[in-house]
């Protein structure tokens, strides 16, 4: 018998984060059971949805605003083009004003539509939380 003939075995168990994920995607593949979305999910879309177009409006309309306004003072800084700049200048400041009222009233529609769902969640994922 010949000693330097020696079996080796490691093993390494996969984290418990690694094994979560490992879970996550044997799930995403599995036909016979399909993909059941979480409570806490479900809240964080909701809550993303009554919040993302109020911010999107807003940045757009912040941002166009002042890219007018500085269109506006390059035209009289540097094409002395006083009276179009100074239109142009004010009307940029009036949209990048205008962006707040809009983000609150585009918000306040959010809450309203999906409210009334995301309270219901919040409620039932605080009962189970007590409960536990």
Same mark, same amino acid.
């Given at each position: ?48 949805? $009554?919040? %993302? =177009?109020?911010?999107? #409006?807003? /940045?757009?309309? +912040? ?7 500085? !269109? ?25 004003? $205008?962006? %707040? =009222?809009?983000?609150? #009233?585009? /918000?306040?529609? +959010? ?7 995301? !309270? ?13």
């Amino acid at each position: 018998m010949n000693i330097n003939n020696k079996f080796s075995y490691t093993y390494s168990a996969p984290t418990e984060e690694e094994r979560r994920e490992i879970e996550e995607i044997r799930r995403a593949y599995t036909a016979a059971e399909p993909r059941k979305e979480n409570k806490l999910e479900r809240l964080r879309a909701l809550h993303q949805r $009554a919040q %993302r =177009p109020a911010l999107i #409006a807003a /940045l757009s309309l +912040g941002i166009a605003g002042v890219l007018l306004f500085g !269109l506006g003072m390059s035209m009289t800084l540097v094409w002395d083009l006083f009276a179009g700049g100074i239109a142009v200048a004010a009307a940029g400041l009036a949209a990048a004003i $205008a962006a %707040r =009222p809009v983000f609150g #009233a585009l /918000l306040k529609r +959010g809450k309203r539509k999906y409210g009334a769902e995301i !309270l219901r969640l919040t409620d039932e994922l605080l009962q189970e939380k007590t409960d536990a």
